[in-house]
């Protein structure tokens, strides 16, 4: 879970939002959580809202509480913003911005949306199928590709600037099932650790 913890993020804050994002992202990955973005917004009154997962994907309601409990105290410590605001703590939501390496990896198959910062192929924006990616590209197969165009674009992690999955009923499906198989898996690993606990109170 310590490389998970370390994956840097492709797509980042700027001004405040980098500021708070580099004060709580430690303090989220000690206690097992992946920060995917940070937003301050004008949006009734004064809201700041942090997206996170834990490594397997998933997050609860719960999960949220944990956040805001564990970021309010270095938010009131550090005094980022000067002005009240309201805290949101949230999951990425199924059409969830893509900000690590590892999110491709996983939604391979899914419609994306994305824009770069330079020039890709004569253009910035792009829709499309990722059909592949490796340590430094993901390839999209294209979605309403104009005449002349090619299918298929290789983009650059590096040229990255927002990407967003695009809701779908396959994407619905997987993404529901993934948080199924985790949720299994988290239960069968509390069973295994009660159990070994309970054989030590028995010895």
């Not at 994002?21 to 206690?31: T, Y």
């Not at 550090?78 to 949230?90: F, G, K, N, Q, T």
């Not at 499309?128 to 309403?144: M, S």
Request: net charge negative; hydrophobic share 40%.
């Amino acid at each position: 879970m310590a490389d998970k913890a370390r994956e840097e993020r492709l797509i980042v804050e700027t001004g405040i939002d980098k500021r708070i994002a580099d004060m709580i992202e430690p303090v989220l990955e000690d206690i097992g959580f992946k920060l995917v973005r940070v937003m301050l917004s004008g949006q009734n009154g004064l809201t700041l809202q942090i997206m996170a997962e834990r490594f397997d994907g998933t997050m609860t309601v719960e999960d949220c509480e944990a956040v805001s409990k564990a970021v309010s105290p270095v938010l009131d410590v550090e005094d980022p913003i000067d002005r009240a605001y309201h805290l949101e703590v949230s999951s990425p939501g199924i059409d969830r911005p893509m900000v690590r390496k590892s999110d491709f990896y996983r939604w391979k198959g899914h419609l994306l949306k994305c824009e770069t910062s330079v020039i890709v192929e004569g253009r910035k924006r792009f829709r499309g199928r990722i059909i592949e990616a490796d340590a430094d590209n993901f390839t999209l197969l294209r979605d309403g590709v104009a005449y002349g165009e090619p299918n298929e674009v290789t983009i650059p992690f590096s040229a990255l600037s927002d990407a967003k999955l695009v809701l779908t009923d396959d994407l619905i499906r997987d993404a529901l099932k993934a948080d199924k198989l985790a949720k299994e898996k988290a239960a069968n690993e509390n069973e295994d650790d009660s159990g070994v606990e309970s054989d030590a109170e028995e010895n």
